[in-house]
Every structure is written in structure tokens, then in C-alpha cells.
């Protein structure tokens, strides 16, 4: 009996976190809600190519908002008219979800 209670615990204690993973964004759904953010804003003429050492580090909840501000880290190769252009991405960005899909905002 006390086994079977143990493992009700630890499968409880493992839904409960994995809900709370949902809080926030996936690098690959970080990585998607940048681009679109970054596309919309450049128009055609700058188009995201890649990501180099992404990392989303420090996720809170936003203070002033909703959603979760998130330490982004690594680089982003920019295609600008046709010239790939690597910038580094080392700041702050505020991610937020709506009908399940990620939003990135400037904090």
C-alpha cells in the first residue's frame, strides 16, 4: 500500500511540474516568436536564417504585463537583402501566449 501511495505522489508531483513548464516557451517556440517578430517589423527585405548558441535562461513573470520575461542568449544570422549578417542576442525579451502560440514583446 505505501508503495502504491510513493508512486500516486511522484506521478502527482510530475504533472504538476510538467504543467508548469507550460508557463513558459519552448526555445523552439522562442525561437519561432522571434522571427515573427523580426520579420513582421523588417518587411521583406531581412529574412531570420538561423540561431547560434540560443539559450532562454531566468524566465519570470513579467512585472507590468502578461506573459514571462526570459534572458535570451546566443546569435542570430540575419539574410539583409540577400547578405547574411550575424548579430549577436543577448537581451531581455517578453513572450507571451495566446491561442497556443507564443508572442515575443520587448520587455
Known sequence: MTILRNAALVLSA???????????????????????????????????????????????????TDGVVCDVGGSIVLDIAGTPQVRPFTEPVRFSKASGTWTAHRP
Open 14 to 64: 510530475a504533472f504538476t511540474l510538467s504543467a508548469c513548464g507550460s508557463n513558459e516557451p519552448s526555445e523552439s517556440d522562442a525561437q519561432k516568436a522571434i522571427t515573427a517578430k523580426f520579420e513582421g517589423a523588417m518587411g521583406s527585405a531581412v529574412r531570420v536564417q538561423e540561431y547560434r548558441d540560443f539559450a532562454l535562461s531566468g524566465c519570470r513573470q513579467s512585472e507590468t
